[in-house]
């Protein structure tokens, strides 16, 4: 029955149309081959006559298709970007490689820290160059995704007026691009931290670390504890000792005594030490030499085993302010 009362008012609506016409003059002649201007009243009426012969033409269908049209075209942006993106990696892979080749480095992790002491050998500048560069090209892509996720925003918002299908989309690509943003604002943290530039690394992996909820936080131990070590290298030891300690505390006991937590406990006790708790500190070494055997105490634990004679020393000339007095490290820190 609905179907065939649209049938009837398209058919009213055209006869209209042609009434009105030929009301106002207007004609055609078939057999001349002209036709007369249309009037701005005939469009009107038979463009709405048109639009009445379209089965289920609603405004809702209307907003709907054009969601999966803006849909389609993030899309397509997003593909285009991906094969930017890994084309872009290929290419800073291989300038790390020649730049390591060149350079004769085998141990990242030493030279980044020497780079830190100021200590950049000549052929270390070309490594550091391209890994600035490096990050320099992530940081690019990065803002590219972000100006789609933008650009996504107002389907999100209106996502109540897509299918179900697209609606799902919506939330996938959603996804997608925020998964893709974070990872290639790592990337680029991750070449300045490898660069020894602190503080261009310290505002991105700041950003990362701020975007995980308070609850989840300890969990992510790789990135707490980089953060961490960017503080402490660039002057904000009370920063570095609350990260250090968020995932040390984080842990069990078992795990906390571990060779796991070797590394976070040294640092940390390294920070007690420069704050003036031996206390503290000489408890987290001693921790860490016991990680070693008794033969190796000698040897592997040589510089440990130095450290917690030097600050036993120091604790026994009342050199020390012992933790939970009036000079507590947490005081101390960052002054």
């Known amino acids: 029955m609905e179907q065939v009362m649209r049938i009837f008012y398209t058919h009213l609506a055209t006869c209209l149309a042609l ?20 009037s701005p009243g005939k469009n009107l009426i038979l463009a ?47 300038a790390k490689k020649t730049a390591m080749d060149s350079g004769k480095i085998e141990d990242t992790n030493t030279v980044r820290d020497e780079m830190a002491k100021g200590k950049i050998k000549a052929e270390w500048r070309d490594y550091r160059q391209v890994l600035t560069a490096s990050a320099q090209q992530w940081e690019v892509m990065a803002q590219k ?5 933008a650009q996504l925003k107002p389907l999100e918002l209106d996502r109540n007026k897509a299918s179900p299908d697209a609606q799902a989309q919506i939330d996938t690509l959603g996804k997608r691009l925020a998964d893709k943003h974070r990872s290639l ?19 991105i992996f700041t950003a990362l670390y701020q975007e995980i909820p308070e609850d ?14 960017i503080c402490d290298k660039t002057g904000d030891p009370k920063s570095a000792m609350r990260l250090y300690e968020t995932t040390y505390k984080a842990a069990s006991e078992q795990v906390r005594k571990s060779w796991t ?67 507590n490290t947490t005081k101390r820190v960052g002054r």
């Not at 940390?268 to 503290?280: H, N, P, R, S």
């Open 216 to 229: 989840k936080r300890a969990a992510e131990r790789t990135l707490t504890e980089k953060l961490a070590d």
């Open 48 to 94: 709405a006559a048109k639009e009445s012969s379209s089965p289920g033409k609603t405004p809702e269908d209307a907003a709907a298709a054009k969601i999966d049209k803006q849909l389609a075209a993030l899309q397509e942006q997003f593909a285009a970007l991906s094969t930017e993106e890994s084309q872009t990696l290929m290419k800073t892979l291989m």
């Open 19 to 38: 009434t009105s016409a030929v009301a106002l003059g207007w004609t055609t002649s078939g057999l001349a081959g002209d036709t007369a201007p249309a």
């Open 145 to 149: 995704f972000a100006r789609l996720s």
């Open 185 to 203: 604002s790592e990337h680029a943290g991750d070449c300045y931290y490898d660069a020894a530039e602190f503080k261009k690394a310290l505002p």
């Open 261 to 327: 937590m070797h590394g976070v406990r040294n640092r940390l006790a390294a920070i007690y030490e420069k704050a003036g708790d031996f206390k503290t500190a000489l408890d987290l070494y001693k921790v860490s030499l016991e990680n070693f055997a008794p033969e190796k105490r000698d040897t592997d634990g040589k510089w440990l085993k130095d450290k917690v004679a030097a600050l036993e020393t120091k604790l026994g000339q009342g050199q020390a302010t012992p933790a939970g007095s009036k000079g």
